[in-house]
């Protein structure tokens, strides 16, 4: 069960494996692009280019779709970023029950957007939990946990094709072995990484440098942080540390290395950014026929 590309890596080892996936489980169809085209999940691509039946229930609550689940009579079901909340009929459906891959180190970011808020928050060790499912958000017990490096450059677009594979990684060797022991979580030490609302994207540059740069990166590539300088709107893809001082807001310098701007403390380097109805452009490309 999984919807975006995240989940493709481990159902591709899996696969790659020699277990049987007996059916994937995905989002239904969304409209996407300038058509409005219907346009498949990347899980549900990579399914159907191996030949694996696909399901799309537009709710786990319908008694046809718990049905059709338990009728599998899996050993397990393996839960990848799916995007619906498994009731208990479903929890339950499988020998082993379901078994989800979650991109943080539980129980430190539990719900929608870990990996976002990891590099929002500057974080810098990060990892997958392999864990069993239970009722409540993210709370089940933890059965394998794998660690990486976030380093301080990295956006949360590099950190997700990181802990794509790492829970490739992580779900193979589950599945291969015996004898795991389920530890439960912490609660008190629980975090929530809440889903990224919209409100939150704008830069404020009121706050200090090192802040300012962990959102463009823990956005960057999607949804983007952006920010209103001169006037316009711009959407602020890739950035570093500066080195300037100023009024929070002022914009320092523009040179082919970045366009400076200061915050409440330091200042930020925005190399790459993107217009309204622009393509996305270096700083270098941007100022060779815009000045801010």
Known sequence: ??????????????????????????????????????????????????????????????????????????????????????????????????????????????????????????????????????????????????????????????????????????????LAGEGFVPVKQDDSLATYAAKIEKSETEVDFDTDSVSVYNKIRGLSPYPSAFAIIGGKRYKLISAKLGNGTGVAGQVLSQTADGIEIACGTGSVLITELQAEGKRRMTAAEFLAGNRI
């Open 1 to 174: 069960m999984g919807t975006p590309d995240f989940a493709v890596a481990p159902l591709k080892r899996i696969f790659e494996d020699g277990h049987r996936v007996s059916l994937v489980i995905t989002q239904p169809d969304k409209q996407r692009g300038r058509g409005m085209a219907f346009t498949p999940s990347p899980v549900k691509a990579y399914a159907i280019e191996k030949g694996i039946p696909v399901y799309q229930p537009a709710t786990l609550r319908d008694e046809e779709a718990q049905r059709i689940i338990k009728a599998e009579n899996a050993d397990y079901i393996v839960v990848a970023a799916y995007g619906k909340i498994l009731p208990p009929e479903v929890l339950g459906a499988a020998k082993g029950g379901c078994i989800n891959i979650h991109a943080s180190l539980l129980p430190r970011h539990r719900g929608a957007a870990p990996i976002n808020r990891a590099v929002m928050e500057g974080d810098t060790v990060g990892g997958v939990t392999v864990m069993q499912m239970a009722e409540g958000l993210d709370t089940g017990d933890m059965i394998l946990v794998k660690e990486t490096p976030i380093s301080s450059t990295m956006t949360a677009g590099e950190y997700h094709d990181v802990l794509a594979a790492l829970g490739a990684d992580a779900i193979s060797e589950f």
